[in-house]
């Protein structure tokens, strides 16, 4: 089972990510359905080991905490094959993602490090651009870059699984993990 850990977004963070693609106007758009932030991509685990995964994922304590959606970038080498939306500087996000990576290594889960660069993906581009989508690709980053939304709360995170399809991934929320509440 291909499996991640991520923040869900909630409806009026997925509609000013849409409005965003809609103004990037380029590329394959991310479902709407598919718009989150992962925290750990596990890769392919066995049903054993995803289990043991949700387990240690459910013993998790940490604060609710606000996320602010701030400018766009990209990923990728020579054509930038994915544009993305930039997450405010976090330290609670930060610390979730950490204690996350922690837990699942303690139970022995095997997955690759990578490091942790909060971002959203809204659209992914084809391999190969044409000679005017590359000059184009600038502006159409620096126009991305003055969206700026409220910040919104994260009260959960989630175990998805991501399911491979000729047309993209479909991904199927597995488990759902509640953030403590703040004191008043």
Not at 96 to 107: A, C, G, Y
Not at 137 to 163: C, D, G, K, N
Request: hydrophobic fraction near 40%; charged fraction near 25%.
């Amino acid at each position: 089972m291909r499996v991640f850990v991520a923040i869900d977004l909630p409806e009026t963070a997925r509609s000013e990510l849409m409005d965003m693609q809609d103004a990037f106007a380029a590329g394959r758009p991310v479902p709407e359905d598919n718009l989150h932030l992962t925290l750990c991509f596990l890769g392919d685990q066995r049903d054993e080991a995803v289990e043991e995964a949700h387990f240690a994922l459910s013993r998790i304590r940490a604060p609710v905490f606000d996320l602010q959606i701030v400018g766009a970038g990209s990923f990728g080498q020579h054509s930038q094959q994915v544009i993305y939306a930039d997450v405010e500087r976090c330290p609670q996000l930060l610390e979730l993602e950490k204690t996350v990576t922690r837990s699942l290594r303690s139970i022995g889960l095997d997955f690759q490090k990578r490091r942790f660069r909060p971002h959203v993906t809204i659209a992914r581009l084809p391999k190969s651009l044409s000679r005017d989508a590359m000059i184009d690709l600038p502006q159409r980053l620096a126009h991305l870059s003055a969206f700026r939304w409220t910040p919104f709360p994260v009260e959960h995170f989630q175990l998805y699984q991501s399911i491979l399809k000729p047309d993209g991934a479909q991904h199927e929320i597995l488990a759902d993990y509640a953030l403590e509440t703040r004191q008043a």
